[in-house]
């Protein structure tokens, strides 16, 4: 099995920064795509940033120039940087393992809430 945990969410002031991170521990054998998806009350969860085993990321529109995800492979550990936080980025923040399904996967994290908040 493999476990997922996040560290770094917490209230930030508009304009200010945050930095997520998320380990991956247990039987991982793969090198997968991770990712960041956010979710809201009422609101389906939607993906903020990926980045793939060699480092091709994506970003929805409304984070581009703001958000950096990166990885560090070695360490099974995926990072979001938040710069130029806005109230709209307020979210319980999951850090997803993508790997297919017929490996066990998708894995996920158990949140972290990010309130972005004057």
């Known amino acids: 099995q493999v476990q997922l945990v996040e560290s770094g969410g917490g209230l930030a002031q508009p304009g200010g920064s945050l930095r997520l991170s998320c380990a991956a521990s247990g039987s991982i054998s793969r090198i997968d795509p991770m990712g960041w998806y956010r979710q809201v009350p009422g609101k389906e969860r939607e993906l903020v940033a990926s980045?793939?085993?060699?480092?091709?990321?994506n970003y929805v529109d409304s984070v581009k120039g703001r958000f950096t995800i990166s990885r560090d492979n070695a360490k099974n550990t995926v990072f979001l940087q938040m710069n130029n936080l806005k109230p709209e980025d307020t979210a319980v923040y999951y850090c997803?393992?993508?790997?297919?399904?017929?490996?066990?996967?998708?894995?996920w994290g158990q949140g972290t809430q990010v309130t972005v908040s004057s």
């Open positions: 980045i793939t085993s060699g480092g091709n990321t």
């Open positions: 997803n393992l993508n790997t297919p399904r017929r490996w066990g996967g998708p894995f």
